[in-house]
Nanobody
Framework: QVQLVESGGGLVQAGGSLRLSCAASGRTFSTYTMAWFRQAPGKERDIVAAIYWNDGNSYYGDSVKGRFTISRDNAKNMVYLQMNSLKPEDTAVYYC???????????????????WGQGTQVTVSS
C-alpha cells in the first residue's frame, strides 16, 4: 500500500516555473514506477511524465517535452515535476500516481496505476 501527497501547485504567469512534489509512504518506494498525470475541466486525465522504478527511464507527454522534467529521490520517498516555460494550456489538476510492475511501454497508461494522490491545482495565467 502506498499513500501519495502532492504539493507545490499554485498560480503562475505564462512563461514561469513551478516544481511539484509528491511524497510517498511505504518502505518499497524504490520499486514503484511513478508518474504525473493532469486533468483539465471537461477533459480526460492525460499523462504528463513517468519515471521507471529500475533505471530511471522516463516518459513525457508530447505537449510537455523539453519543458518539464520528472525526477525521483528514493532515499526521501519523493518524486518531483519541474515545470518550466508554463503555458495557459498547462492549467489543470496534477496527480501523482504509483504502481508496481508497470512495464516501460505502459508507463503512460493511467489505468495501470492503482495508487493516486488527491491532486494539486496548477493555474497558468496569460
Amino acid at each position: 500500500q502506498v499513500q501519495l501527497v502532492e504539493s507545490g501547485g499554485g498560480l503562475v504567469q505564462a512563461g514561469g516555473s513551478l516544481r511539484l512534489s509528491c511524497a510517498a509512504s511505504g518502505r518499497t518506494f524504490s520499486t514503484y514506477t511513478m508518474a504525473w498525470f493532469r486533468q483539465a475541466p471537461g477533459k480526460e486525465r492525460d499523462i504528463v511524465a513517468a519515471i521507471y522504478w529500475n533505471d530511471g527511464n522516463s516518459y513525457y507527454g508530447d505537449s510537455v517535452k523539453g519543458r518539464f522534467t520528472i525526477s525521483r529521490d528514493n532515499a526521501k520517498n519523493m518524486v518531483y515535476l519541474q515545470m518550466n516555460s508554463l503555458k495557459p494550456e498547462d492549467t489543470a489538476v496534477y496527480y501523482c500516481a504509483a504502481d508496481l510492475g508497470i512495464t516501460l511501454g505502459r508507463m503512460s497508461m493511467a489505468e495501470k496505476y492503482h495508487y493516486w494522490g488527491q491532486g494539486t491545482q496548477v493555474t497558468v495565467s496569460s
